[in-house]
């Protein structure tokens, strides 16, 4: 009867690239959780504290978004932050003083996550699925723009369009 248990089996390579979606989405989430929580302490006016909290929950829609697709391809789920990008980043963490460090940190990660869903583009088996991984790159480059937009930083003529530098190779820290 044609095999249907494998109908929705993803392959190995759909299932990383996801996983490492996912996993870079829940970097987003933390990163913003701490800025969140360190508002006072950092001078993040109200603004900047709402756009993080929207930013957030659609980094948390896209992370749903991501390991419900590896669930339903037959994988596990990658459900926290990447811990490679993690401990690249604990130094900047570390390191942060004030809404400009924040704005600017937040700024790369939307600017590697954008990169990393275009670096996939093409190479998902599941054809369908490009189009689904791209829609989250989309917002992950606008939310950089808005980034650059409050940092006031030249977003359009350096980077008219968007490249895979700084792309976070499929399966790192999985």
């Known amino acids: 009867s044609g095999g249907d248990s494998t109908d929705t089996k993803g392959s190995d390579n759909d299932l990383a690239i996801l996983r490492t979606a996912s996993s870079l989405e829940h970097v987003a989430i933390d990163v ?3 800025a969140i929580d360190n ?7 109200a603004g900047v504290a709402d756009v993080a909290k ?3 929950s659609q980094h948390r829609d896209h992370a749903a978004f991501f390991e419900g697709a590896t669930k339903q391809l037959g994988g596990e789920a990658f459900t926290v932050a990447n811990p490679a990008v993690m401990e690249s980043l604990a130094g900047r963490i570390a390191a942060l003083k004030n809404q400009n460090d924040v704005i600017v940190l937040a700024r790369d990660l939307e600017n ?6 275009q670096s996939t583009v093409g190479a998902f088996d599941n054809l369908a699925l490009n189009a689904k991984s791209m829609s989250v790159g989309g917002v992950e480059a606008r ?3 808005v980034l650059n937009g409050v940092l006031k930083a030249d ?3 350096s980077k008219a369009f968007h490249n895979t530098m700084g792309a976070v190779a499929v399966g790192t820290g999985l």
């Open 32 to 34: 913003y959780q701490k």
């Open 39 to 45: 508002a006072g302490a950092l001078g993040i006016t």
């Open 54 to 56: 929207l930013f957030q």
């Open 112 to 117: 590697v996550a954008a990169a990393t869903y």
């Open 143 to 145: 939310h950089a723009a």
């Open 155 to 157: 977003a359009f003529a």
